[in-house]
Protein backbone atom coordinates (compact mmCIF):
# COMPACT_ATOMS: atom_id res chain seq x y z
CA UNK A 1 0.00 0.00 0.00
CA UNK A 2 1.47 3.53 -0.82
CA UNK A 3 1.43 6.69 0.73
CA UNK A 4 -1.86 7.73 -1.90
CA UNK A 5 -3.87 5.14 -1.01
CA UNK A 6 -3.37 5.21 2.81
CA UNK A 7 -4.72 8.33 2.48
CA UNK A 8 -7.63 8.26 -0.01
CA UNK A 9 -8.91 5.08 2.47
CA UNK A 10 -8.51 7.06 5.37
CA UNK A 11 -10.48 10.29 3.82
CA UNK A 12 -12.91 7.53 1.89
CA UNK A 13 -13.97 5.88 5.26
CA UNK A 14 -14.41 9.38 7.21
CA UNK A 15 -16.22 10.85 4.87
CA UNK A 16 -18.52 7.67 3.92
CA UNK A 17 -19.01 7.64 8.00
CA UNK A 18 -20.35 11.53 7.36
CA UNK A 19 -22.37 10.25 4.69
CA UNK A 20 -24.41 7.64 5.82
CA UNK A 21 -24.89 9.47 8.99
CA UNK A 22 -26.65 11.95 6.90
CA UNK A 23 -28.69 9.25 4.82
CA UNK A 24 -30.20 7.65 8.63
CA UNK A 25 -32.97 10.91 7.81
CA UNK A 26 -34.12 9.63 4.86
CA UNK A 27 -35.49 6.70 6.44
CA UNK A 28 -33.40 4.80 3.26
CA UNK A 29 -32.93 1.50 4.93
CA UNK A 30 -36.32 0.29 6.18
CA UNK A 31 -35.01 -3.58 7.39
CA UNK A 32 -38.16 -3.83 9.31
CA UNK A 33 -40.01 -4.97 5.34
CA UNK A 34 -38.25 -7.93 5.59
CA UNK A 35 -40.24 -9.54 8.43
CA UNK A 36 -43.60 -8.93 6.04
CA UNK A 37 -43.58 -11.62 3.51
CA UNK A 38 -46.36 -10.67 0.71
CA UNK A 39 -47.42 -7.72 2.39
CA UNK A 40 -47.60 -4.50 0.62
CA UNK A 41 -44.93 -2.15 1.48
CA UNK A 42 -44.04 -1.79 -1.93
CA UNK A 43 -42.59 1.14 -1.66
CA UNK A 44 -40.28 0.53 1.20
CA UNK A 45 -38.83 -2.87 -0.77
CA UNK A 46 -37.97 -0.68 -3.41
CA UNK A 47 -36.06 1.77 -1.25
CA UNK A 48 -34.79 -0.35 0.91
CA UNK A 49 -33.09 -2.85 -2.42
CA UNK A 50 -32.13 0.73 -4.17
CA UNK A 51 -30.36 2.11 -0.74
CA UNK A 52 -28.67 -1.17 -0.54
CA UNK A 53 -27.15 -0.68 -3.65
CA UNK A 54 -26.40 3.13 -3.29
CA UNK A 55 -25.09 3.60 -0.19
CA UNK A 56 -23.01 -0.39 0.83
CA UNK A 57 -22.35 -2.17 -2.77
CA UNK A 58 -21.64 0.87 -5.03
CA UNK A 59 -19.56 3.04 -2.88
CA UNK A 60 -17.61 -0.70 -2.60
CA UNK A 61 -16.52 -0.73 -6.22
CA UNK A 62 -15.56 2.70 -6.27
CA UNK A 63 -13.55 2.54 -3.63
CA UNK A 64 -12.24 -0.36 -5.15
CA UNK A 65 -11.60 0.82 -8.41
CA UNK A 66 -9.96 4.34 -6.70
CA UNK A 67 -7.63 2.39 -4.34
CA UNK A 68 -6.57 0.22 -7.07
CA UNK A 69 -5.68 3.19 -9.50
CA UNK A 70 -3.67 4.49 -6.84
CA UNK A 71 -1.49 1.67 -6.45
CA UNK A 72 0.18 3.02 -9.76
CA UNK A 73 1.87 6.13 -8.28
CA UNK A 74 5.04 5.59 -6.98
CA UNK A 75 5.83 4.69 -3.48
CA UNK A 76 6.72 7.85 -2.16
CA UNK A 77 4.65 10.34 -4.02
CA UNK A 78 4.78 13.94 -5.00
CA UNK A 79 2.83 16.39 -2.87
CA UNK A 80 0.58 16.54 -5.56
CA UNK A 81 -0.45 13.09 -5.72
CA UNK A 82 -1.20 13.38 -2.29
CA UNK A 83 -3.44 16.39 -2.50
CA UNK A 84 -5.12 14.68 -5.27
CA UNK A 85 -5.70 11.39 -3.59
CA UNK A 86 -7.53 13.01 -0.45
CA UNK A 87 -9.52 15.22 -2.83
CA UNK A 88 -10.25 11.86 -4.96
CA UNK A 89 -12.19 10.48 -1.59
CA UNK A 90 -14.74 13.41 -1.99
CA UNK A 91 -16.11 10.67 -4.74
CA UNK A 92 -17.91 9.08 -1.85
CA UNK A 93 -20.81 11.56 -2.28
CA UNK A 94 -22.04 10.74 -5.79
CA UNK A 95 -24.20 8.01 -4.72
CA UNK A 96 -25.41 10.20 -2.17
CA UNK A 97 -26.23 12.73 -4.60
CA UNK A 98 -27.68 10.22 -6.85
CA UNK A 99 -30.04 9.34 -4.20
CA UNK A 100 -31.41 12.82 -4.08
CA UNK A 101 -31.73 13.11 -8.33
CA UNK A 102 -32.62 9.84 -8.17
CA UNK A 103 -35.67 11.32 -5.57
CA UNK A 104 -36.10 14.45 -6.98
CA UNK A 105 -36.86 12.39 -10.52
CA UNK A 106 -39.89 10.20 -8.79
CA UNK A 107 -39.85 10.31 -5.45
CA UNK A 108 -42.99 7.58 -5.82
CA UNK A 109 -40.54 4.69 -6.51
CA UNK A 110 -39.25 4.67 -3.21
CA UNK A 111 -41.45 6.80 -0.87
CA UNK A 112 -45.69 7.18 -0.36
CA UNK A 113 -47.09 10.26 -1.24
CA UNK A 114 -46.24 13.30 0.62
CA UNK A 115 -43.13 10.95 2.32
CA UNK A 116 -40.12 12.43 0.37
CA UNK A 117 -41.66 15.83 0.35
CA UNK A 118 -41.90 15.45 4.39
CA UNK A 119 -38.02 14.32 4.30
CA UNK A 120 -37.52 17.21 2.02
CA UNK A 121 -38.38 19.73 3.48
CA UNK A 122 -37.25 18.63 7.09
CA UNK A 123 -33.76 18.34 5.62
CA UNK A 124 -34.22 21.59 3.30
CA UNK A 125 -33.34 19.50 0.56
CA UNK A 126 -33.07 21.47 -3.12
CA UNK A 127 -35.84 19.96 -5.33
CA UNK A 128 -33.70 19.84 -8.41
CA UNK A 129 -32.84 17.59 -10.45
CA UNK A 130 -30.72 18.76 -12.56
CA UNK A 131 -28.51 20.22 -9.60
CA UNK A 132 -28.02 17.07 -7.97
CA UNK A 133 -26.90 15.05 -11.16
CA UNK A 134 -24.34 17.75 -11.72
CA UNK A 135 -22.61 17.51 -8.57
CA UNK A 136 -22.85 13.60 -8.60
CA UNK A 137 -20.86 13.71 -12.00
CA UNK A 138 -18.62 16.36 -10.44
CA UNK A 139 -18.00 14.20 -7.63
CA UNK A 140 -17.09 11.37 -10.10
CA UNK A 141 -14.87 13.47 -12.23
CA UNK A 142 -11.99 13.29 -10.11
CA UNK A 143 -12.34 9.41 -10.26
CA UNK A 144 -12.78 9.13 -14.12
CA UNK A 145 -10.11 11.32 -15.19
CA UNK A 146 -7.39 9.25 -12.56
CA UNK A 147 -6.48 6.69 -15.36
CA UNK A 148 -6.15 9.81 -17.82
CA UNK A 149 -3.43 11.08 -15.43
CA UNK A 150 -1.70 8.39 -14.60
CA UNK A 151 -1.07 7.86 -18.93
CA UNK A 152 -0.25 11.65 -19.36
CA UNK A 153 2.02 12.20 -16.20
CA UNK A 154 3.66 8.59 -15.14
CA UNK A 155 3.16 7.42 -18.92
CA UNK A 156 1.26 4.40 -17.33
CA UNK A 157 -0.96 2.90 -20.49
CA UNK A 158 -4.55 3.15 -20.08
CA UNK A 159 -4.75 -0.65 -20.32
CA UNK A 160 -2.62 -1.27 -17.60
CA UNK A 161 -3.99 1.41 -14.93
CA UNK A 162 -7.54 -0.21 -15.72
CA UNK A 163 -6.28 -3.86 -15.13
CA UNK A 164 -6.79 -6.08 -11.64
CA UNK A 165 -3.41 -7.71 -12.32
Not at 29 to 37: A, E, I, R
Not at 60 to 79: C, M, N, Q, R, S
Not at 121 to 138: C, D, P, S, W
Not at 151 to 162: A, D, K, N, T
Request: hydrophobic letters at 55%; a neutral charge.
Amino acid sequence: MNETQQIFSMFYAILFGTMLSNVISFRAFPWGVLGFVGVGFRHERVRLMLAVLMFNVLPFFIFAFGYTLLGHVAEKPDLIWIIYSAFLSLVVFAPYRAWHALQNYNSAWCYTKGEWSEIANERNIKQTMAGNVMATILYMLPLLVLPLLLEQLLCIPLSQSLSLG
